[in-house]
């Protein structure tokens, strides 16, 4: 589905991705660990070209994207859930949800199921639906910034460090969002997490950065047992 292939990407002439490759299948979760600063972002935003790739190829369901930007990259169906979150705090709920969509026309109709299949996924956004975004836990926030992102219909989700800043109970209430997504709705997701724990736990296949170069990749289960990737990200 998604193929990344041997990318450099520069900010002005530093660069901060060395000869990178990725591949997401089509009903995977994929996850991409480092510690901070080893250019999960970077790679993040270099899929969709929102910073400078200068050499590689990238492809989506076999098309080579290679030349497209951000907002083109999004109405092919690669959405992307921003470290951070960056909801609108002054908008309720609802409406941050219905942002999402802004690309895709839907009648009053058809924006109500997609709510309502939100609305099932997270029935806890349901109960806070006329709530300002901003008054929310940071939980919430993050499932307001998920929600967003699939009320695009992603083809593949992208989550940048969706555990940042919550408490372990609430990162597996969120571990369950995504595997839900994955499962029921059929959507791969591509997440990048310093959380090694969750990611491992969460992933089917792993990927490790480390100062802009891929350094390891496999199955999880078997990355999560190799030494090296224990004493480095597991804490031994
Ligand atoms: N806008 C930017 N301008 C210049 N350098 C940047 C910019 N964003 C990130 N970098 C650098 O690129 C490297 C990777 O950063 P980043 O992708 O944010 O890492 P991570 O998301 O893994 O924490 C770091 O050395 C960082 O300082
Ligand atoms: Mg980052």
Same mark, same amino acid.
């Given at each position: 589905m998604l193929k990344v292939s041997h990318i450099d990407t520069f900010y002005d002439n530093v660069q901060?991705?060395?000869d990178v490759s990725i591949e997401v299948g089509d009903e995977e979760i994929v996850a991409v660990i480092g510690s901070n600063g080893a250019g999960k972002s970077t790679l993040m935003n270099s899929i969709v070209g929102a910073v400078e790739v200068r050499h590689g190829t990238r492809e989506f369901n076999g098309q080579?994207?290679? $030349?497209? +930007?951000a907002h083109d990259c999004a109405r092919k169906g690669i959405v992307q859930v921003p470290e951070g979150r960056?909801?609108?705090?002054?908008?309720t709920v609802r409406e941050n949800l219905e942002m999402g969509s802004y690309c895709i026309k839907r009648n009053a109709k058809e924006m109500n199921d997609k709510l309502g299949q939100m609305y099932y996924l997270f029935p806890k956004l349901k109960e806070r639906a $006329?709530? +300002?975004?901003?008054?929310?836990s940071g939980g919430e926030q993050q499932m307001v910034a998920i929600a967003r992102g699939l009320m695009a219909d992603p083809k593949l989700l992208m989550c940048d460090e969706?555990?940042?800043?919550?408490?372990p109970v609430i990162v597996d209430d969120m571990f369950d969002i995504f595997q839900r997504v994955n499962k029921e709705m059929h959507i791969p997701i591509l997440l990048v997490e310093q959380n090694a724990f969750m990611a491992l736990d969460i992933s089917n296949r792993c990927y490790v950065l480390e100062n802009g170069h891929m350094i390891a990749e496999g199955d999880s289960k078997d990355l999560a047992r190799q030494d090296t990737i224990r004493k480095a990200y597991l804490g031994g």
């Open positions: 901060a991705l060395f080579n994207i290679s $030349k497209l +930007k960056e909801i609108f705090s002054k908008m $006329k709530q +300002k975004a901003g008054t929310l969706p555990s940042l800043g919550l408490a």
